[in-house]
């Protein structure tokens, strides 16, 4: 049986992958940070198919650790602060975790065993003011947040570790990617939520910033098969992952809205200058030819379709909990200029 070890198997991406990973006969060890509250309810279902570990991207011996206990064959390291306004709240920590981590897990692979294929969890946020459009795997990054400059230190330690030390290592470069388990603060979850909630009566408007900006969105359920596939190459490489086509966040919210059978969104929406970033990406697109000529990866869920997933989830879930009179989580404000 292969093993693979899945770092940050808490969120959308460790969830998904896990599921994907365990249909194809792997043994699966799950990383989780040790935290006051659980975080596993996008993996309660597979709980007793996986071997968790604790482990934190700050922490060198936790990582070593669970590298040394578990010996994989293949590490995703899926973890990072991947909420890009936390990044300006807490730099250091972004850096902490976002970029050092990644060096932590390299150290740990190499010292307990260089043959082990490494997968790395890199962002289109890195090209950020675009260069050129679409962005490929030469397109040169312009980050524009103390998370998307983590990144790029993620990435080019990747890129060195392969360079220096022979090493398996892979960065996805993978553009947006959203679900119906998508932490409701982003952008895509956060609209699909709001239709919803409005839908059914329990919310009247729909606060929003950049409504400009636009994205290359896919979904995360396509998206963990590339990070898959590139670690059963001959070669390590580095790829592109998404889907060609940008959207603005004002398609989104219409979309979405219609989705939910909800006529004239504009009566339902207001932009809020407390939503802007300090810099904000405003276009992103891929040009994935390569994954798609070398991997032979493409992307089968459309737009549409992942939209309409998240708004009948989202419907479905709210009407649950007001039937069981449960509370309902909210997405949290913003709060990088209160500080
Ligand atoms: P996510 O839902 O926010 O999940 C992030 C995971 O990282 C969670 O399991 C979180 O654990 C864990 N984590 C955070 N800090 C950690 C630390 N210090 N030590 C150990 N674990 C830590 O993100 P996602 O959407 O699945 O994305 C997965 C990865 O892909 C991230 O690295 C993200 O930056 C990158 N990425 C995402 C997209 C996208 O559109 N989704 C696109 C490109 C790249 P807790 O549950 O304890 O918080
Ligand atoms: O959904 P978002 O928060 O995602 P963002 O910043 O693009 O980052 C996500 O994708 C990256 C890949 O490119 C990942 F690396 C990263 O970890 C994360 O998963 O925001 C998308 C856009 C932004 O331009 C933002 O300004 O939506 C705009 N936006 C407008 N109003 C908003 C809002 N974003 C959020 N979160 N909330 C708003 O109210």
Redesign the pocket.
């Known amino acids: 049986m292969p093993r693979a070890l899945i770092i940050g198997v808490t969120g959308q991406d460790g969830s998904y992958l896990s599921e994907f990973l365990l249909d194809k006969g792997y043994e699966v060890g799950a990383v989780s940070r040790k935290t006051s509250s659980d975080s596993s309810w996008r993996i309660g279902h597979i709980l007793d198919r996986l071997q968790m570990f604790s482990a934190d991207l700050v922490d060198q011996s936790s990582i070593t650790k669970v590298i040394e206990a578990f010996k994989p064959q293949e590490v995703y390291n899926l973890a990072?602060m991947?909420?890009?306004?936390h990044s300006w709240e807490a730099p250091v920590l972004a850096g902490e975790a976002t970029a050092l981590g990644v060096t932590r897990v390299l150290e740990a692979i190499r010292h307990s065993d260089p043959a082990i294929r490494f997968y790395q969890a890199s962002?289109?946020?890195m090209f950020g003011k675009v260069s050129q459009s679409p962005q490929n795997e030469d397109t040169i990054f312009h980050p524009r947040?103390p998370?998307?400059v983590a990144?790029v230190y993620g990435h080019h330690i990747t890129v060195n570790y392969r360079e220096s030390y022979g090493m398996f290592t892979c960065s996805g470069i993978?553009?947006?990617?959203e679900s119906p388990r998508r932490g409701l603060?982003?952008?895509?979850?956060?609209i699909t939520r709001a239709a919803a909630a409005i839908k059914l009566g329990l919310q009247d408007k729909l606060?929003?910033?950049?409504?400009e900006?636009r994205?290359d969105w896919g979904d995360a359920r396509d998206y963990v098969r590339a990070m898959w596939l590139m670690l059963q190459r001959d070669e390590p490489d580095d790829y592109v992952v998404g889907t060609g086509q940008a959207r603005s966040?004002r398609d989104l919210v219409e979309f979405a809205f219609a989705a939910a059978e909800l006529e004239d969104w504009q009566q339902y929406v207001e932009t809020?200058p407390k939503?802007?970033?300090p810099a904000?990406?405003?276009y992103?697109v891929a040009d994935a030819g390569k994954a798609a000529r070398v991997l032979g990866w493409r992307p089968e869920i459309s737009f549409e379709q992942m939209i309409s997933d998240m708004v009948t989830h989202d419907i479905q879930e709210l009407t649950r909990a007001r039937q069981q009179g449960q509370a309902v989580c909210e997405?949290r404000p913003?709060r990088w200029k209160d500080v």
């Not at 993978?174 to 990617?177: K, W």
């Not at 603060?185 to 956060?190: M, P």
């Open positions: 990072a991947s909420f890009v306004p962002t289109s946020e947040s998370y998307a990144k993978l553009f947006n990617h603060d982003f952008v895509s979850r956060k606060k929003l910033g950049n409504l900006a994205r966040v809020d939503l802007l970033r904000d990406v405003e992103l997405p913003e």
